[in-house]
T-cell receptor, first 114, second 111 residues
Framework: DGGITQSPKYLFRKEGQNVTLSCEQNLNHDAMYWYRQDPGQGLRLIYYSQIVNDFQKGDIAEGYSVSREKKESFPLTVTSAQKNPTAFYLC?????????????FGDGTRLSIL | RKEVEQDPGPFNVPEGATVAFNCTYSNSASQSFFWYRQDCRKEPKLLMSVYSSGNEDGRFTAQLNRASQYISLLIRDSKLSDSATYLC????????????FGAGTRLFVKA
């Protein structure tokens, strides 16, 4: 089945630690996205990537980093500089060919501070 | 002004009721529009795209009004399983990749 796989489903971070969230897609989509969702709130864009080896900051990029070395993979690192990382993190992808294509989401990673 | 605005609700309706959600967007050059559904503690899932002429999928009808810059979602004969948050989504630019999500409207359908 084609889709987006995020792992792990739950992640705990210690003080001062960097953690990396995985996102893999087999939809052959060029564009990939990372969002953060806090309880009762909407989605906020962290980073997005249109093609391999290229990515842009979203609205809340501080304390996060990404890489896009392969088309199918877009990992997100939550660094120790992100002081309030507890949230639901969602990865999405979209076909680059047409702006009328919707985004498809993975089932998310819940990150908490120990 | 937010790029995409929705009434946060919550909307509390009985089973069988008809309920409508509206969403306004600020960029008149916006190209494509969608409604997503998000269940509690789950990822958003595409409910339907919104086409210029309006479109229907079973009990769900979506409409677009470009002149007034709003889209709507009508749910007829509400079911308990329709309880969720409904997100209005806009792709603002032709060929662009940034998608704008509304904050969502919460719906509770009661027995």
């Amino acid at each position: 089945d084609g889709g987006i796989t995020q792992s792990p489903k739950y992640l705990f971070r210690k003080e001062g630690q960097n953690v990396t969230l995985s996102c893999e897609q087999n939809l052959n989509h060029d564009a990939m996205y990372w969002y953060r969702q806090d309880p009762g709130q909407g989605l906020r864009l962290i980073y997005y990537s249109q093609i391999v080896n290229d990515f842009q900051k979203g609205d809340i990029a501080e304390g996060y980093s990404v890489s896009r070395e392969k088309k199918e993979s877009f990992p997100l690192t939550v660094t120790s500089a992100q002081k309030n990382p507890t949230a639901f993190y969602l990865c999405a992808s979209r076909d680059r060919g047409h702006s009328n294509q919707p985004q498809h989401f993975g089932d998310g990673t819940r990150l908490s501070i120990l | 002004r937010k790029e995409v605005e929705q009434d946060p609700g919550p909307f509390n309706v009985p089973e069988g009721a008809t309920v409508a959600f509206n969403c306004t967007y600020s960029n008149s050059a916006s190209q494509s529009f969608f409604w997503y559904r998000q269940d509690c503690r789950k990822e958003p899932k595409l409910l339907m795209s919104v086409y210029s002429s309006g479109n229907e999928d079973g009990r769900f009808t979506a409409q677009l009004n470009r002149a007034s810059q709003y889209i709507s979602l009508l749910i007829r004969d509400s079911k308990l399983s329709d309880s969720a948050t409904y997100l209005c989504v806009v792709n603002p630019y032709t060929g662009g990749f940034k998608t704008i999500f509304g904050a969502g409207t919460r719906l509770f359908v009661k027995a």
